[in-house]
């Protein structure tokens, strides 16, 4: 198995920056790829953005050019650093990645989740 643990949600202004971070930890997995979902009250959860191994990056649309996905292989850290927040920026944001354990294959993996409002 393997266990994500998120950090650096919190309260912002509209306008204002917090930096995610999430590290994966376990035995004898293989990490392929990471990324971050949102999911607002009453609403589905969403991609935000993600990495693959290689350093490849794929973002929502609404959050291009404010966002920044990062990734440490070696450390299986991944983080998103988000700027020019927004009130409808607000949501509980949750740690994925695509992991192989050996015997199980490729499985999905979450975080608990951290919140993240910003306020107008």
């Known amino acids: 198995q393997v266990q994500l643990v998120e950090s650096g949600g919190g309260l912002v202004q509209a306008g204002g920056s917090l930096r995610l971070s999430c590290a994966a930890s376990?035995?004898?997995?293989?990490?392929?790829?990471m990324g971050w979902y949102r999911q607002a009250l009453g609403k589905q959860r969403e991609l935000v953005a993600t990495t693959t191994r290689g350093g490849s990056t794929n973002y929502a649309d609404s959050v291009k050019g404010r966002f920044t996905i990062s990734r440490d292989n070696a450390k299986n850290t991944v983080h998103l650093q988000m700027n020019s927040l927004k009130p409808e920026d607000t949501a509980v944001y949750y740690c994925?990645?695509?992991?192989?354990?050996?015997?199980?294959?490729?499985?999905?993996?979450w975080g608990q989740g951290t919140q993240v409002t910003v306020s107008s």
């Open positions: 994925n990645c695509n992991a192989y354990i050996g015997g199980l294959g490729y499985s999905d993996y």
């Open positions: 376990g035995s004898r997995f293989n990490i392929n790829a």
